[in-house]
């Protein structure tokens, strides 16, 4: 078997990995399991649905578990869970394929676990398929006696407001109103929506029991009618999951639920989040479809101007945010006579160097080439700018720690470095919405371009404040000429609708006012790679 480090960077362990609430949480229902089977008189027989980096199989292990089986559809994460195990002395036996396989690849272990422990929810909970993973598992795998961890989900909804997102799914062309019922979620992280309010009390959407007597009573269908306040923006859906006993419930819930709330707020997660549903001013009545890997709102009566059922219907709100925003409007109506716009902004986001491409250097003449005559460009062009910026929650999500709830994971954190840091050359890459994570701008904008395709350069960054630089930023800077004088740069990194290319330090530095460090940039024929090459101290174990 072959390691596909590609596969390893898409799965989204690095954030699950420093999820302490998460890992704390399993942990202790897993120990809470294996007593209860113990005191039966029962060896304890374990199936690890999903294994990923073999976490909960360790788990299970230590805890005094007999015998301890783990599978993954992925075989590059059973190697890696395989070293995983071996450097922290666990015996597992570890099955490369789908657990919905085993009964007949394996057909010894049919109705063999008195344990069975998975973690296969996403954002909608339902998304990765829990529902036929635990219904083949309960029918094939389970022992009669068989202890699911996790036990039970709940799911939840509250109405919610937000003035700055009413521009995100509603606009005003001439007289008509043009909105949308974004019947398809938005996974979006609210710690930072100052005027997110929360209305309403929270409801109970539906609750799930893994069990025979839980599969029995169904887990898909509709909720009832749900009536919404008159100035809902939308709702808000999250769920809360109880793994095994006391103490071990797992929650979503977003952190402004208001004082009479019993959700408690768990902390900043990447790799979950609340799931926000735009509805439009005339839809005051709702249901909440749940229906095998996904979970639907469903408007009772759709609005008359709203827009449904198109392919694009996910990213209409970042071009209702984009046709909204005041700001822009403006320098397009600055600019000169009859020219032609240029979006600032393509919802399917693209990267700074194809925004570089599209435009011509701030030093010549921008002009549309693909009208005759040539018209003049609305903006005019566009320069990329670095900066450097302390944000551990951005780190958190690339970079994994060494242990989790001592175990160690270095074979895994090990692999992710050596894949950023040796086989390309780079920081790691990804793009973001900025506003979305707490962080400090550590430097000034320093302005990239001129670049050239399948070149490199140097810059220096002066840093402005004392901190840790953990992530580097390539943001577009906008430059719109009215007839007189040209303006300053417009940077959009602080709109919702906005993303920015990121690239994590896979060794944080530290840095001190007034410092300045160097900066390679290579610029290949789709992407930017960044690295600090000055020789600043290293943060070991920052997380």
Request: proline share 6%.
């Amino acid at each position: 078997m072959v390691i596909d480090t590609d596969e390893i960077l898409t799965n989204g362990h690095e954030g699950m990995l420093h999820d302490h609430v998460r890992n704390r949480c399993y942990k202790r229902a897993i120990n809470n399991a294996v007593k209860e089977i113990h005191a039966r008189g029962q060896s304890v027989r374990v199936l690890d649905i999903g294994t990923g980096t073999g976490l909960l199989a360790i788990f299970a292990y230590q805890a005094g578990a007999e015998e301890v089986t783990a599978c993954d559809y992925s075989e590059t994460m059973i190697i890696v869970a395989q070293q995983i195990a071996n450097i922290n002395g666990a015996v597992i036996t570890l099955i490369n394929g789908s657990s919905t396989s085993l009964h007949t690849t394996h057909p010894h272990l049919i109705g063999y676990f008195n344990l069975i422990i998975s973690e296969i929810y996403d954002s909608p909970l339902v998304g990765e398929g829990c529902l036929d993973t635990y219904r083949h598992a309960l029918t094939y795998l389970a022992a009669p006696d068989c202890i699911m961890v996790p036990e039970q989900a709940t799911l939840y909804l509250q109405p919610f407001s937000c003035p700055s997102l009413n521009g995100y799914y509603r606009t005003t062309e001439g007289d008509s109103v043009v909105c949308t019922n974004l019947v398809q979620p938005w996974e979006i992280h609210t710690e930072r929506m100052d005027d997110l309010e929360m209305l309403g009390e929270v409801l109970t959407v539906r609750e799930w029991r893994w069990s025979m007597e839980g599969m029995e009573e169904g887990w898909e269908g509709d909720s009832g009618v749900i009536s919404l306040p008159t100035n809902a923006s939308g709702v808000l859906i999250w769920w809360s999951s109880t793994l095994f006993g006391p103490g071990t419930t797992i929650s979503i819930a977003p952190p402004k639920l208001g004082s009479k709330s019993d959700h408690q707020y768990q902390g900043f997660r990447e790799h979950w989040m609340p799931l926000l549903y735009f509805l439009c001013d005339e839809v005051k009545k709702i249901t909440v479809s749940v229906i095998e890997l996904e979970i639907s709102i469903n408007p009772v009566q759709a609005c008359s101007t709203c827009i449904v059922g198109m392919d694009y219907l996910p990213l209409l709100p970042r071009f209702l945010g984009l046709a909204n925003d005041s700001q822009l409007q403006q320098l397009y109506k600055a600019g000169p006579p009859d020219s032609k716009h240029i979006p600032c902004f393509s919802s399917s986001h693209i990267s700074s160097l194809d925004y570089y491409n599209h435009f011509p250097s701030p030093t010549t003449a921008a002009t549309s080439t693909t009208v005759s005559p040539p018209v003049p460009t609305t903006p005019t062009s566009v320069d990329l700018y670095l900066c450097a910026v302390e944000c551990p929650q951005l780190h958190r999500t690339t970079i994994p720690p060494s242990t989790v709830e001592g175990v160690d994971v270095r074979p895994f954190t090990n692999l992710v470095k050596q894949y950023h840091g040796e086989l390309r050359g780079r920081e790691a890459l990804n793009s973001i919405h900025l506003w979305e994570y707490k962080h400090t701008i550590l430097s000034g904008k320093i302005r990239l371009t001129p670049l050239e395709k399948n070149g490199s350069k140097s810059v220096s960054l002066e840093i402005k404040e004392d901190g840790i630089i953990t992530n580097l930023l390539v943001i577009p800077g906008f430059w719109f000429e009215n007839n007189t004088a040209p303006q300053q740069p417009v940077f959009l990194e602080d709109r919702y609708y906005s993303k920015v290319d990121c690239w994590t330090v896979i060794e944080p530095k530290k840095v001190t006012k007034g410092d300045e460090i160097r900066v390679r940039c290579g610029v290949g024929e789709e992407e930017i790679n960044l690295s600090i090459v000055d020789n600043l101290s290293n943060q070991p174990g920052y997380s």
